[in-house]
């Protein structure tokens, strides 16, 4: 492999690059689940054993890369760790069972995901191996103004992974588009209506603004940056369903992530110092 291939993305091409990396991330994702099922089928299987080696070492190529090649980065170590079985006193151990390495594998190419839409919107890359994030710290949601929100986010936000594990995308969806909403409201209400009108904003109150409106005047403001117009359509009109049984939205596990990855981003433009 040349240098060239283990950088981390940088450079004019970078947008590009990130959603190569994205797609090829989520393809493996998508194989590292079919994986999950295989087993479950039959746990004794070969073709199934063979087929987990190959997707190991498609993910340990895919991880280098990332990593620029360098195994003290975090990506790179939590890679080594997810083959790794402990004890009760935490000690490691070789030998984790194939199924449980599959799902720690797929947890370690989802929080590459997740960094990788940090740096495609304006978390910036230098091409060193520390440049490419940190995976999020635990879901704290102290920067919420309102404290009595942020119980409810929390709750709302673990709900959503746990919607996105089990794949059901339109729940997934909506809980963050929910969340979205509920923490750029909370900070569009603290920074003061009369600031915001002064800066353009509509002058009726905030409770009374759009999703979309909510969203393009707390750009405006600087409270946040660009991350939300990676948003697709369809979590723009999420307000559209009321998610109690109605018509079935068409929620792609795309829209579902991309959807949550805005939000991560949107989560640290909110606390910098997170």
Same mark, same amino acid.
């Given at each position: 492999?040349?240098?060239?291939?283990?950088?981390?993305?940088?450079?004019?091409?970078?947008?590009?690059?990130?959603?190569?990396?994205? *797609?090829?991330?989520? $393809?493996?994702?998508?194989?590292?689940?079919?994986?999950?099922?295989?087993?479950? *089928?039959?746990?004794?299987?070969?073709?199934?054993?063979?087929?987990?080696?190959?997707?190991?070492?498609? %993910?340990?190529?895919?991880?280098?890369?990332?990593?620029?090649?360098?195994?003290?980065?975090?990506?790179?170590?939590?890679? #080594?760790?997810?083959?790794?079985?402990?004890?009760?006193?935490?000690?490691?151990?070789?030998?984790?069972?194939?199924?449980?390495?599959?799902?720690?594998?797929?947890?370690?190419?989802?929080?590459?995901?997740?960094?990788?839409?940090?740096?495609?919107? $304006?978390?910036?890359?230098?091409?060193?191996?520390?440049?490419?994030?940190?995976?999020?710290?635990?879901?704290?949601?102290?920067?919420?103004?309102?404290?009595?929100?942020?119980? !409810?986010?929390?709750?709302?936000?673990?709900?959503?992974?746990?919607?996105?594990?089990?794949?059901?995308?339109?729940?997934?969806?909506?809980?963050?588009?929910?969340?979205?909403?509920?923490?750029?409201?909370?900070?569009?209400?603290?920074?003061?209506? #009369?600031?915001?009108?002064?800066?353009?904003?509509?002058?009726?109150?905030?409770?009374?603004?759009?999703?979309?409106?909510?969203?393009?005047? *707390?750009?405006?403001?600087?409270?946040?940056?660009?991350? %939300?117009?990676?948003?697709?359509?369809?979590?723009?009109?999420?307000?559209?369903?009321?998610?109690? $049984?109605?018509?079935?939205?068409?929620?792609?596990?795309?829209?579902?992530?991309?959807?949550?990855? !805005?939000?991560?981003?949107?989560?640290?433009?909110?606390?910098?110092?997170?």
């Amino acid at each position: 492999m040349t240098d060239k291939q283990s950088e981390a993305p940088t450079g004019p091409g970078l947008q590009a690059q990130i959603e190569t990396y994205v *797609a090829h991330l989520d $393809g493996l994702i998508r194989r590292g689940r079919e994986l999950q099922e295989s087993l479950a *089928a039959d746990p004794a299987s070969a073709s199934a054993s063979a087929a987990i080696r190959a997707w190991q070492e498609d %993910c340990g190529v895919t991880i280098n890369q990332l990593s620029g090649g360098s195994k003290s980065h975090w990506l790179a170590r939590s890679f #080594s760790e997810a083959f790794l079985l402990r004890s009760a006193s935490g000690v490691a151990a070789e030998g984790a069972a194939p199924a449980e390495i599959v799902q720690r594998l797929i947890r370690v190419l989802e929080q590459g995901v997740d960094s990788l839409a940090g740096i495609g919107i $304006g978390q910036g890359a230098t091409g060193d191996p520390d440049a490419f994030p940190e995976p999020p710290a635990p879901r704290r949601f102290d920067f919420v103004h309102n404290e009595e929100l942020r119980p !409810v986010v929390e709750r709302a936000y673990a709900d959503a992974r746990r919607a996105l594990e089990q794949r059901e995308y339109e729940t997934t969806m909506l809980t963050s588009c929910g969340i979205l909403e509920a923490i750029v409201t909370d900070a569009l209400e603290h920074k003061g209506l #009369s600031s915001l009108v002064a800066s353009g904003a509509p002058a009726q109150k905030i409770s009374d603004w759009s999703f979309e409106t909510r969203l393009a005047v *707390a750009e405006r403001a600087g409270l946040i940056r660009g991350g %939300c117009a990676r948003l697709p359509a369809i979590a723009r009109g999420y307000r559209e369903s009321d998610g109690t $049984g109605g018509a079935k939205l068409a929620v792609t596990e795309r829209d579902a992530r991309i959807t949550g990855q !805005v939000l991560n981003v949107i989560m640290r433009d909110l606390d910098p110092g997170r």
